[in-house]
Structure formats: C-alpha cells, structure tokens
C-alpha cells in the first residue's frame, strides 16, 4: 500500500497543526485538571507497533485511586466531573498528539490496548494488527465498537487497516472531528 508510506507525514503536520491552534484550549484543560487531580496528565502502558510497549498520554479524567483497567471494567463514579465533559467531547485524547510525534502512534489506526488484556492481545496477534501503528481514531471507534468486544472489535481493525487509504484516512479524522463515535463504555454504578 503506497499510502501508507504517506501517513508518517499526514501525522506530522496534522499533530503539529492541532496542537499549535489548540494550544490555549491544552493549557486551560491542563489547569483546570490540575485542579481538579493535582496530576492532569494520566500515563498508562500501551501496546504498540510489534507488541513494543509505551506510555500512552491523555488527560487524567478518573480519580486517582482509580484501577488501571479498560475503559469499560471501570466504574462510572470513577470519572471526575470534568472528567466526563472531557471524554464527552475528546478533549482527554490531546496529549495523545505526544506520543504521535514520538512515532509511538498514529492519528488513525487501531485503539492501543493495555498490557493485560490478553483476549484482546490474542485476536491481534491472530490479525496482525500489531504491524502497524496503533491510533487515536480509527473504524472501530467511528462505529462505536470498543475493546469490549475484542474479537469485533480486532476484525473492523484489520478491514481498516487492509482499506486504509488517504481517503478513508482523512475521512476517519473528519468523522471523529465532528462528534462520530463515543468512546469506550464505562459502566454504570
């Protein structure tokens, strides 16, 4: 796939143009998560590209005593009250321009899971989603499927990832931009 030797650099300038023209709305989150957590930054073990292992950032939407666990293991008092107008509108994923520009990550690509989450791990390696950069938004998450469901969830990863071209590419970052999809369920208590 000749696009997909494009990517690197769609990333590049879209990450760096992001956080230049959000630039003020990054430091007001980070002072009002500051805040709220006295930690406004979360950072959590990702797997990445070949199964290599990073730290993901985000802004810090769950109180600290909070159980490193997917999304949807969690329980719904556990997001803070800024917390969830963050999830709500994807300003919590910023950070994750970071790790972008680090190479860790690419804007469209698969969800990283966390270390432990080994059905998860074993469907991707079964896959092969684990030859390409993980992402902030990506098919799955357009259509609401979330590491809930992770044999789905690693089949709509690989038919993005074999259809990945600049059409789709841009076409995923637009969906996301205006509100599509919603993020990993959290549970209800």
Excluded: W
């Amino acid at each position: 796939m000749k696009f997909i030797s494009y990517i690197r650099f769609y990333d590049l300038l879209i990450s760096f143009l992001i956080l230049i023209i959000f630039s003020p709305l990054i430091i007001i989150t980070f002072f009002i998560c500051f805040l709220e957590t006295r930690k406004p930054i979360f950072i959590q073990k990702r797997v990445g590209k070949y199964k290599k292992s990073f730290n993901l950032f985000k802004f810090r939407t769950m109180y600290l005593d909070t159980p490193s666990l997917a999304s949807h293991l969690v329980n719904k008092k556990s997001v803070t009250k800024f917390g969830r107008i963050l999830r709500l509108v994807k300003i919590d994923e910023l950070p994750q321009l970071f790790n972008v520009i680090k190479g860790e990550m690419s804007l469209v690509g698969p969800r990283p899971c966390l270390t432990n989450q080994e059905e998860l791990i074993f469907y991707r390696n079964k896959y092969n989603i684990f030859d390409v950069r993980p992402g902030i938004t990506g098919l799955a998450q357009i259509k609401g499927i979330d590491m809930s469901e992770p044999e789905k969830l690693t089949q709509v990863d690989s038919y993005m990832i074999n259809n990945l071209n600049s059409i789709n590419y841009f076409k995923y970052l637009i969906l996301t931009l205006f509100g599509k999809g919603r993020g990993d369920k959290i549970i209800d208590k």
